[in-house]
């Protein structure tokens, strides 16, 4: 028999007490810094210890890349639920909770603006927003950007994020690769500069059309970009992915990206390549 016998009496937290993670840090997935935050947010969301690029909230880039001045349009559109859909909850619900979430109507915002001296329009995608999922209204913000630009005649950049087509509208979010698509055609025609970039994650049916559609397709350093997840693919070819697989460095490798910036960079690359993109022929 031994001397000292211990109780298991466990430890119940009570509602009150429960750790809140929500704080001044955070911590960096990839190299397990703990970061401040406000450090974090000056550094646009790159970890200043590693140089991890995290998410960037659409209208947080819009306002990094674009002079001072520049214009939100399109914010106006709403879903109208077509399927009635439901699973885990009604995508009525789910849209409630998002516009609450972000403070958008949906998970995209266009602007007009500068950068340097030239006029571009941006569309740029909200991951935060059910995961930046492209419904029709995605789709027919996307398709004003294109006719602003081709209105207009100046570039065009898209910022991708997102997790690809909105399931809970079906096939109304299918077509909007094809309505997109047509677009940005005229702009081909119409000879007016169209930049994609890509941030992480950028899937499905957003990679599949507009995403890689750029003049130049570029993507900010390790991002996710695919069609379908690595898991699919090795599931349906019975291989082994090779490392870093459908990442940006992995694809510029291959051939699928011209380049890879890094946000701090971006600005400038985007007003040096605007420039040369838009010079006049002699
Ligand atoms: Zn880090």
């Given at each position: 028999?031994?001397?000292?016998?211990?109780?298991?009496?466990?430890?119940?937290?009570?509602?009150?007490?429960?750790?809140?993670?929500?704080?001044?840090?955070?911590k960096c997935d990839a190299c397990g810094k703990t970061l401040?935050?406000?450090?974090?947010?000056?550094?646009?969301?790159v970890c200043p210890s590693c140089g991890q690029?995290f998410?960037?909230?659409?209208?947080?880039?819009?306002?990094?890349?674009?002079?001072?001045?520049?214009?939100?349009?399109?914010?106006?559109?709403?879903?109208?639920?077509?399927?009635?859909?439901?699973?885990?909850?009604?995508?009525?619900?789910?849209?409630?909770?998002?516009?609450?979430?972000?403070?958008?109507?949906?998970?995209?915002?266009?602007?007009?603006?500068?950068?340097?001296?030239?006029?571009?329009?941006?569309?740029?995608?909200?991951?935060?927003?059910?995961?930046?999922?492209?419904?029709?209204?995605?789709?027919?913000?996307?398709?004003?950007?294109?006719?602003?630009?081709?209105?207009?005649?100046?570039?065009?950049?898209?910022?991708?994020?997102?997790?690809?087509?909105?399931?809970?509208?079906?096939?109304?979010?299918?077509?909007?690769?094809?309505?997109?698509?047509?677009?940005?055609?005229?702009?081909?025609?119409?000879?007016?500069?169209?930049?994609?970039?890509?941030?992480?994650?950028?899937?499905?049916?957003?990679?599949?059309?507009?995403?890689?559609?750029?003049?130049?397709?570029?993507?900010?350093?390790g991002?996710?970009?695919?069609?379908?997840?690595?898991?699919?693919?090795?599931?349906?070819?019975?291989?082994?992915?090779?490392?870093?697989?459908?990442?940006?460095?992995?694809?510029?490798?291959?051939?699928?990206?011209?380049?890879?910036?890094?946000?701090?960079?971006?600005?400038?690359?985007?007003?040096?390549?605007?420039?040369?993109?838009?010079?006049?022929?002699?």
């Open positions: 028999m031994s001397w000292f016998k211990r109780e298991h009496n466990q430890i119940q937290p009570t509602p009150d007490h429960e750790v809140r993670t929500e704080g001044l840090w955070t401040w935050k406000a450090d974090l947010e000056a550094n646009l969301q690029h998410k960037f909230g659409a209208r947080e880039r819009i306002d990094n890349l674009l002079e001072p001045g520049y214009e939100l349009v399109d914010l106006e559109l709403q879903s109208t639920d077509p399927l009635e859909f439901t699973d885990l909850k009604p995508y009525k619900a789910r849209l409630i909770a998002a516009r609450k979430k972000t403070g958008l109507n949906d998970a995209i915002v266009n602007a007009v603006g500068k950068i340097g001296e030239q006029d571009v329009v941006i569309s740029a995608m909200e991951y935060g927003f059910i995961g930046g999922s492209m419904g029709a209204v995605v789709g027919e913000t996307i398709a004003r950007a294109v006719d602003r630009a081709l209105a207009a005649k100046v570039p065009l950049i898209i910022i991708s994020a997102s997790g690809g087509a909105r399931m809970m509208e079906g096939i109304a979010s299918l077509m909007q690769l094809a309505k997109v698509s047509a677009g940005l055609a005229k702009m081909d025609d119409a000879k007016i500069p169209y930049i994609s970039l890509m941030t992480d994650p950028t899937t499905g049916g957003v990679t599949a059309s507009f995403a890689m559609l750029g003049d130049l397709n570029i993507a900010e350093p991002a996710l970009i695919g069609f379908a997840g690595p898991r699919v693919i090795e599931q349906t070819i019975r291989q082994k992915l090779p490392e870093g697989f459908q990442r940006s460095e992995f694809l510029l490798e291959h051939g699928f990206l011209d380049a890879i910036v890094a946000r701090k960079d971006l600005k400038a690359y985007l007003a040096e390549t605007l420039k040369w993109m838009t010079e006049k022929a002699v």
